[in-house]
C-alpha cells in the first residue's frame, strides 16, 4: 500500500498506524474485561444456586436438549474458525478470501441463533418456562428447577444478544470488505470483530457444560 | 519490518480447531461414561480452560499484544476471580462452627 493510502485510513489523533491499531486493540480489550464481569455477575448467580442446590439443578439440567447444545457448541467453534481465518486472508491481502471467511462466520452465527431459537421453541412447548407456562408437578424439586430454567433462559438470552450484535458487526464488515475497504497493511476493524467474536464463542464454550453437561453422569 | 505479521501459520489455525472439536467430542462423550458428578464435572470444566486456552492464544492471539493490552485483558479475569472468591469465602463458610 502506498504512503498516502495509508494516511487516508489514520485517524488525524495518531503518529502511525501502528499506534492507531494499537488503541483499536486496547479497545476492545477493555470493553471485553467489562463483559467478562457481565457475564460474570449470571455466572456467579448460577454457581451459588449450583452449590446451594445440586440435586435440582442437575434434574433441570435433564430436560434440556444436550444435543442441541452440543451441535451448537460445534457449529460455534467452527464459525469462530472461520473468523480467525477471514483475519489470516486479509492479512495477505486476499479480498476475495476475506469476503467469503466473512460469510461463513456469518452464516455458522446464524445457525446458532436458528438452532437456538428451535431449542426454545421445543423448551416452551415442554412447559419449561418460569413465569410463563412451567408445570411445578413434574419435578422432585420444582423451585430449583426453576431457578434453574430461570438462570437457563437468563444466560443463553443475554449470549444471544450478543450473538445477533456481532451478527450485524459481521454484516458491516462485508459491506466494507465489498468496496475492498481492507488490505494487508489495513484491516484493524476486522480483528476487532473478531476479538469480539471469539469472546462469545468463549462465553458458550463455559455455558454449555454449566447447563447442559451437569445432570449427565 | 511492516509486511513480517507475528501471527499462527494457517495450518495452525486447522490444528487448533481438530483440537477444540475433540475437546467437545471428549466431554459430549464422557456425558454418557457413569464416572461419578464430581470426576465429570471436573472433567468437563477442565475441557473448558484448555478450551479457553486454544481460542485465547490462537485465536484471539492474546500474547502478540502489547503489554498494557495485556493487562487490561487480565484485570477481566482478576476482578472476577475477586467476585467469586470472596463471595464463596461467604457461602461456603456460613455452615462453619467454632
Redesign the interface.
Known amino acids: 500500500m502506498s504512503k498516502a493510502a495509508a494516511t487516508a485510513t489514520l485517524a488525524e489523533q495518531f503518529e502511525h498506524p501502528k499506534q492507531q491499531e494499537e488503541a483499536s486493540s486496547l479497545g476492545i480489550w477493555t470493553f471485553l474485561s467489562t463483559e467478562i464481569l457481565f457475564f460474570g455477575g449470571l455466572i456467579l448467580s448460577y454457581s451459588v444456586y449450583r452449590v446451594n442446590y445440586p440435586e435440582g439443578f442437575a434434574e433441570g439440567s435433564r430436560h434440556l436438549y444436550f444435543w442441541i447444545g452440543t451441535i451448537n457448541t460445534f457449529v460455534l467453534l467452527t464459525s469462530s474458525l472461520f473468523m480467525a481465518l477471514a483475519v489470516h486472508s486479509i492479512q495477505d491481502g486476499d479480498q476475495k478470501k476475506l469476503r467469503r471467511f466473512l460469510v461463513l462466520t456469518f452464516l455458522f452465527g446464524a445457525a446458532f441463533l436458528g438452532l437456538k431459537l428451535v431449542e426454545y421453541y421445543l423448551d416452551a412447548s415442554d412447559h419449561l418456562v418460569p413465569g410463563f407456562n412451567f408445570d411445578p408437578n413434574k419435578y422432585a424439586r420444582p423451585h430449583h428447577v426453576e431457578m434453574f430454567l430461570f438462570l437457563y433462559f437468563a444466560l443463553t438470552g443475554l449470549h444471544a444478544v450478543h450473538m445477533t450484535l456481532g451478527l450485524s458487526a459481521l454484516s458491516y464488515l462485508y459491506i466494507k470488505a465489498r468496496r475492498e475497504s481492507f488490505s494487508e497493511s489495513y484491516h484493524t476493524p476486522v480483528k476487532i470483530v473478531g476479538l469480539y467474536w471469539h469472546f462469545v464463542d468463549l462465553v458458550w464454550v463455559f455455558l454449555y457444560p454449566m447447563l447442559y453437561l451437569i445432570g449427565k453422569p | 519490518m511492516?509486511n513480517q505479521?507475528r501471527?499462527p501459520q494457517?495450518r495452525t489455525?486447522?490444528l487448533?480447531?481438530i483440537g477444540?472439536?475433540a475437546l467437545?467430542i471428549l466431554?459430549?462423550v464422557g456425558?454418557?461414561?457413569?464416572?461419578?458428578?464430581t470426576p465429570?464435572?471436573l472433567l468437563?470444566?477442565g475441557?473448558?480452560a484448555a478450551?479457553?486456552a486454544l481460542?485465547?492464544f490462537?485465536?484471539?492471539e492474546i500474547h502478540y499484544?502489547?503489554g498494557?493490552?495485556r493487562i487490561?485483558?487480565g484485570?477481566?479475569?482478576v476482578?472476577?476471580a475477586l467476585?467469586?472468591v470472596l463471595?464463596?469465602s461467604d457461602?461456603?463458610t456460613r455452615h462453619w462452627r467454632f
Open positions: 511492516a505479521i501471527r494457517r489455525l486447522f487448533v480447531y477444540l472439536i467437545l466431554t459430549a456425558a454418557y461414561v457413569p464416572m461419578g458428578g465429570y464435572v468437563a470444566f475441557v473448558s478450551k479457553t481460542i485465547a490462537f485465536f484471539m499484544h502489547n498494557i493490552t487490561f485483558a484485570a477481566g479475569l476482578w472476577l467476585l467469586f463471595t464463596f457461602y461456603l
